[in-house]
């Protein structure tokens, strides 16, 4: 069984007064080396004329490198890992992903990352979904829309995915 770590959202945007403390952590997190994974992959949103972000949300500031790089705490680790772009909440929509968990075999999928109650929510459903073992690190997960709005979609994932929910410390 292989794993992967996926981080997601860890755009420059996502960073805020709600989650600045955050990316330093995911970071001293892969750096201890406590958790092997197989691999360990990013995920960032870019703004698509074809997503539904664009006919419904419209938000064509997601083209900029100043809202779509990877934050600076994490790009020296991205850029080990393998980086995925996504016009949409889950990374699952992206053929070139799911044709990575599958090409290398992974079973078990952590996910940790940014707008919990977005993307963090999307991915971990979408992989429960399709079957693969999934736990979300909630220390390791952050809304820029606050506290909150983290927690309860936190919540929701410990609902409806039971076991799902998981600390760093305890890994």
């Known amino acids: 069984m292989k794993t992967a770590l996926l981080v997601t959202g860890a755009q420059k945007w996502s960073l805020n007064e ?3 403390e955050v990316p330093p952590r995911i970071a001293a997190f892969i750096r201890s080396g406590k958790r092997k994974f197989d691999f360990v992959l990013f995920s960032r949103y870019v703004f698509s004329e074809d997503s539904p972000f664009a ?3 419209r938000q064509p500031q997601f083209i900029k490198p100043e809202h779509t790089d ?7 680790i991205a850029a080990d890992g393998k980086v ?3 016009h949409t909440f889950s990374d699952f929509k992206n053929p070139a992903f799911v044709g990575f968990l ?9 996910v940790c990352g ?3 109650d977005g993307c963090v929510l999307a991915d971990a459903l979408e992989a429960f979904d399709r079957g ?9 997960c ?22 799902a929910l998981v600390n760093s410390e305890k890994l």
Request: proline residues 2%.
């Open 132 to 140: 693969l073992e999934v736990y979300v690190i909630g220390d390791l």
């Open 70 to 76: 990877i934050m600076p705490e994490l790009a020296s």
């Open 114 to 116: 940014f707008e919990t």
């Open 55 to 57: 006919r419904v949300i």
């Open 102 to 110: 599958n090409k290398n075999l992974i079973s078990r999928l952590y």
């Open 18 to 20: 709600h989650t600045k």
């Open 142 to 163: 952050a809304s820029r829309h606050g506290r909150e709005y983290n927690e309860r979609a936190l919540e929701i994932i410990g609902r409806n995915m039971k076991g």
């Open 84 to 86: 995925f772009v996504r």
